[in-house]
């Protein structure tokens, strides 16, 4: 098992322009979370999602920000006309059961697309 | 929501001594408690975990301890390695969101 898998690792964008960032959970996991890690701070939630559904997306913006989970492929984080107080590094979790800590159910957390906004 | 307050937010210790971080919590609902170990550019590894009808657990050198009355939590570690060197972050959850703390970061001195 690959783990969480998450690319790019590194996004440069110009501001205005869009970044996509992409997110393959573990095999069998179809739970999926993103987070945003600023420098030197913890990482806040930003969505929740269940195949093909948006279960909690209270911690995204309601501008500029979107999330899916197709059916088929990856998680992926859009991110439109980005600013530069969008720079951060931006995590994607996942989990076999949404209920965490519950019969040993964990979050799986990938390497993080860290993404600079010049 | 859940606030998580993590101390300290730095902490340096000598190779063999004991390192402890502690976190508070408000929403007395959370019923996790993860802590991730997070190595600089890499992802945070969940280390050990806590619910909440337990009081303590150990793993080795990793300890964590649970206060639901006073909704306070703490990671020891004991004989410090340089390999413990990392940011260490404390969550509560009472379901599938995850409320951080700010992060202690742990210098390991030779």
């Known amino acids: 098992n690959a783990g969480v898998m998450q690319n790019p690792r590194h996004l440069v964008r110009r501001r205005g322009q869009e970044a996509r960032l992409r997110c393959s959970p573990m095999k069998g996991h179809s739970h999926v979370y993103w987070y945003r890690q600023l420098p030197e701070e913890g990482l806040k939630f930003m969505v929740y999602l269940q195949k093909e559904n948006i279960i909690d997306e209270s911690g995204m913006p309601k501008e500029r920000f979107s999330a899916e989970f197709p059916k088929e492929g990856p998680s992926i984080l859009r991110i439109q006309q980005v600013v530069r107080g969008d720079s951060a590094a931006y995590f994607c979790a996942s989990s076999l059961d949404g209920i965490l800590g519950l019969m040993n159910t964990e979050a799986f957390f990938g390497q993080g697309t860290r993404l600079t906004v010049v | 929501g859940e606030n998580v307050e993590q101390h300290p937010s730095t902490l340096s210790v000598q190779e063999g001594d004991s390192a402890v971080i502690k976190c508070t919590y408000s929403?007395?609902?959370?019923?996790?408690f993860p802590w991730y170990k997070q190595e600089l550019g890499k992802r945070p590894q969940l280390i050990i975990d806590i619910r909440s009808n337990v009081g303590e657990k150990k793993d080795q050198r990793i300890a964590v301890t649970l206060n639901k009355t006073a909704k306070h939590f703490s990671l020891h570690i004991t004989e410090t390695q340089p390999e413990d060197s990392a940011v260490y972050f404390c969550a509560a959850s009472n379901d599938y969101k995850l409320s951080f703390g700010a992060g202690t970061t742990v210098t390991v001195r030779a």
């Open positions: 929403d007395s609902a959370s019923n996790y």
